[in-house]
T-cell receptor
Framework: GQNIDQPTEMTATEGAIVQINCTYQ??????LFWYQQHAGEAPTFLSYNVLDGLEEKGRFSSFLSRSKGYSYLLLKELQMKDSASYLCAVSRGGGYQKVTFGTGTKLQVIP | DAGITQSPRHKVTETGTPVTLRCHQTENHRYMYWYRQDPGHGLRLIHY???????DKGEVSDGYSVSRSKTEDFLLTLESATSSQTSVYFCAISGDWNTGELFFGEGSRLTVL
């Protein structure tokens, strides 16, 4: 089975930094995704981590520790448009992709 | 943006009626997926396809069937809709199973009365 945990909601201030954590337990781990989903819209891809460490992409960074079953998404210089849900998802691979999503973290950015 | 469209975008139907949702892609991607999204559950995989006529079940496949007769189309059918199938349904595609980045359609909101 699989278990993916992330906080349900977070609030942060415009211009600040916020870290959204995700822990997982799964067999056959292949990699970990982060997706962004604005209310009423489709999820969009942010990052994919396969190896341990931090990957930076503009204001967003994603970290993975395979041994600890832990990842985080770091958002810097928060903007109002970053208010959205952030979905952690685990890929189990196995010949073709099988991706399982966490329930998502709803981030509210306040002025 | 990936060329992926879903139809219908909104549908209200009654319990016991059949419903078919269509996903159409113009990217020639091999893998196609149907997810449902419900509050408190996140996105859950219903069925997926890894080629024409090649499909398999996801974690919540009961009450759903799929078909893929062409690379570009993936149909999700509810043979007899129930109120528990009220949800937002997302189709997704991916072309590279190594990275597996999913491109999602706009979603189809289904209400079963």
């Amino acid at each position: 089975g699989q278990n993916i945990d992330q906080p349900t909601e977070m609030t942060a201030t415009e211009g600040a930094i916020v870290q959204i954590n995700c822990t997982y337990q799964t067999s056959g781990f292949n990699g970990l995704f982060w997706y962004q989903q604005h209310a009423g819209e489709a999820p969009t891809f942010l990052s994919y981590n396969v190896l341990d460490g931090l990957e930076e992409k503009g204001r967003f960074s994603s970290f993975l520790s395979r041994s600890k079953g832990y990842s985080y998404l770091l958002l810097k210089e928060l903007q109002m448009k970053d208010s959205a849900s952030y979905l952690c998802a685990v890929s189990r691979g196995g010949g073709y992709q099988k991706v399982t999503f966490g329930t998502g973290t709803k981030l509210q950015v306040i002025p | 943006d990936a060329g992926i469209t879903q139809s219908p975008r909104h549908k209200v139907t009654e319990t016991g009626t059949p419903v078919t949702l269509r996903c159409h892609q113009t990217e020639n991607h091999r893998y196609m997926y149907w997810y449902r999204q419900d509050p408190g559950h996140g996105l859950r995989l219903i069925h997926y396809s890894y080629g024409v006529k090649d499909t398999d079940k996801g974690e919540v496949s009961d009450g759903y069937s799929v078909s893929r007769s062409k690379t570009e189309d993936f149909l999700l059918t509810l043979e007899s809709a129930t109120s528990s199938q009220t949800s937002v349904y997302f189709c997704a595609i991916s072309g590279d199973w190594n990275t597996g980045e999913l491109f999602f359609g706009e979603g189809s909101r289904l209400t079963v009365l």
